[in-house]
């Protein structure tokens, strides 16, 4: 969402504010709300590179790629930070600002006074300074368990049970934080960074219900330092990545009962065993008052359409990507066979009443580390379809399939 803030004049005109994504389910890296129809991350050359070379037959899983754009920190008189964004003025969307986007606004902002991104910048200096002496790899494992500590916070009650959030999932609130936080800790507040611009997939969507999935059996990419590489196999051979070629990455699910989202974290989805996911991907058809067994089919559908388009790429490895799965919470109401609510159809009509077909979509997201026959910075090269991604999704359908079969 591309929101007109409250800066003064001069820098009204010169860009936008930018808030978080109310729907992200998953990942590290912050996804912003540009438009209506659109989000940003931020731009990682390998991953622009794959957009703008993907095959045909691939692009209609994956999210529209719709150039980039540029950005810079701006800090108000509160000492609060956000995003500033310098659309064309032709791609410029402003929207009224829901009350749950200033409620995530509130949330953020209170992240900022605990987490330290509103600090005074020479105490960002000394934090910058001290994560300069550690190795990448104790930096990254003290951030991450910060990381999972703040996730804990805002998503565990004190019996750590998952609780629900009424509008939006608090993951993306702790990405964009972290983000800002980096940001703030090592680069001035003028500098410019670029965003990809890309289609938001959960635009058609009322209630966006999404499970990320991380795909395939490896997830480091062909760059990955030794470090990396041993601690992303480590996360694979604790999870069922190395038994299912699959594992939740993250989870939403609109609870028609209590009008709540129901939320999971990928740190719930790499304690799960193999019938820990399939008891997920059943929660995830749940609404909180009946299966959803009607997406089934759809699902199946779209995922053996995918399966089959990456059956015939040849040299394609998306290490460490994701795949979406989404369909809306809120259920189309029953029609006639005439294509009439039942309240609006004549009294000779038949009262059989049926039910539009469900919203589904399924989408490929995350290619900083794919690799391929001639991509940028290619380190090796593979012959044939990418094994562990089929694999995962091969056992995807097949649990599916099981649970249509059991339904």
Not at 8 to 35: C, I, K, M, N
Not at 132 to 160: G, N
Not at 162 to 179: K, M, S, T
């Amino acid at each position: 969402m591309v929101v007109q803030d409250s800066m003064d004049a001069g820098d009204t005109q010169a860009g936008v504010r930018l808030e978080p994504f109310l729907h992200q389910a998953g990942g590290r890296l912050s996804v912003l709300q540009y438009g209506k129809h659109t989000v940003c991350k931020p731009l990682i050359s390998q991953e622009q590179h794959f957009y703008e070379s993907l095959p045909l037959a691939v692009k209609q899983f994956t999210p529209q790629y719709k150039g980039t754009v540029t950005m810079y920190l701006w800090r108000d008189s509160r000492g609060h930070l956000s995003l500033v964004a310098h659309p064309q003025q032709q791609d410029r969307e402003p929207f009224t600002v829901s009350p749950e986007s200033a409620a995530a606004v509130a949330m953020l902002q209170t992240l900022q006074q605990t987490t330290g991104s509103g600090a005074h910048p020479l105490a960002q200096r000394q934090c910058a300074q001290q994560a300069h002496k550690e190795s990448p790899a104790k930096a990254f494992l003290r951030s991450e368990f910060h990381f999972s500590t703040q996730i804990s916070s805002l998503v565990e009650d004190a019996k750590r049970n998952q609780v629900e959030w009424r509008g939006f999932n608090p993951w993306g609130l702790l990405c964009h934080q972290a983000h800002l936080s980096r940001l703030c800790a090592e680069y001035p507040e003028d500098k410019r960074h670029h965003f990809l611009l890309l289609e938001n997939v959960v635009s058609p969507f009322t209630h966006p219900c999404i499970l990320d999935l991380k795909m395939g059996t490896r997830q480091h990419g062909d760059d990955a330092s030794e470090e990396k590489k041993a601690r992303h196999m480590r996360k694979c051979e604790q999870s069922t990545s190395a038994r299912l070629g699959v594992r939740i990455c993250g989870m939403q699910v609109y609870q028609t009962d209590k009008k709540h989202f129901l939320c999971k974290d990928k740190y719930f989805g790499r304690k799960l065993s193999a019938e820990g996911f399939r008891q997920a991907l059943c929660q995830f058809l749940h609404n909180g008052a009946r299966q959803r067994t009607e997406l089934l089919q759809p699902i199946l559908h779209r995922l053996q359409a995918l399966l089959a388009v990456l059956r015939s790429q040849s040299s394609y490895r998306f290490y460490s990507s994701s795949l979406l799965l989404i369909y809306d919470g809120q259920e189309p109401p029953e029609m006639t066979p005439g294509g009439q609510h039942p309240l609006e159809a004549p009294l000779t009509a038949p009262a059989v009443p049926l039910r539009r077909l469900p919203k589904v979509d399924v989408r490929m997201i995350d290619f900083a580390h794919t690799t391929y026959k001639g991509s940028w910075k290619e380190q090796t090269s593979y012959d044939g379809p990418d094994p562990g991604y089929i694999f995962g999704l091969e056992n995807l359908i097949g649990i599916l399939q099981d649970i249509q079969e059991g339904e």
